[in-house]
């Protein structure tokens, strides 16, 4: 079982900047992508940006440019770094793992609220 902590989240004025890191334990096997998905009340959740084992990165489009993702392979961590943040993009943030054939199994962690003030 794979356990999934994340942390950073908090509220920042529109046009700052703020880090989210997320902590993994048990093991992760290879190949596996790492990512971070956000959630705003009302609306589904969509992928912000994810990072393969491999070390290839992608973004959603409302973040791309703003938003960098990064890992330590060694540590199976993986971290968000959000700039020139805006209103859009308060939201519940969870960080995931998918793993496996098909990327069929997945682990989740709890979520950390990042809030933008305008």
């Known amino acids: 079982q794979v356990q999934v902590v994340e942390s950073g989240g908090g509220l920042v004025q529109a046009g700052g900047s703020l880090r989210l890191s997320c902590a993994t334990s048990?093991?992760?096997?290879?190949?596996?992508?790492m990512g971070w998905y956000r959630q705003a009340p009302g609306k589904q959740r969509e992928l912000v940006a994810a990072i393969t084992s491999g070390g290839r990165a992608n973004y959603g489009d409302s973040v791309k440019g703003r938003f960098t993702i990064s890992r330590d392979s060694a540590k199976n961590t993986v971290t968000l770094q959000m700039s020139s943040l805006k209103a859009e993009d308060t939201a519940a943030y969870y960080c995931?793992?998918?793993?496996?054939?098909?990327?069929?199994?997945?682990?989740w962690g709890q979520g950390t609220q990042v809030t933008v003030s305008s």
């Open positions: 995931n793992v998918k793993q496996g054939y098909g990327w069929q199994v997945e682990y």
């Open positions: 048990g093991r992760i096997s290879s190949p596996h992508v």
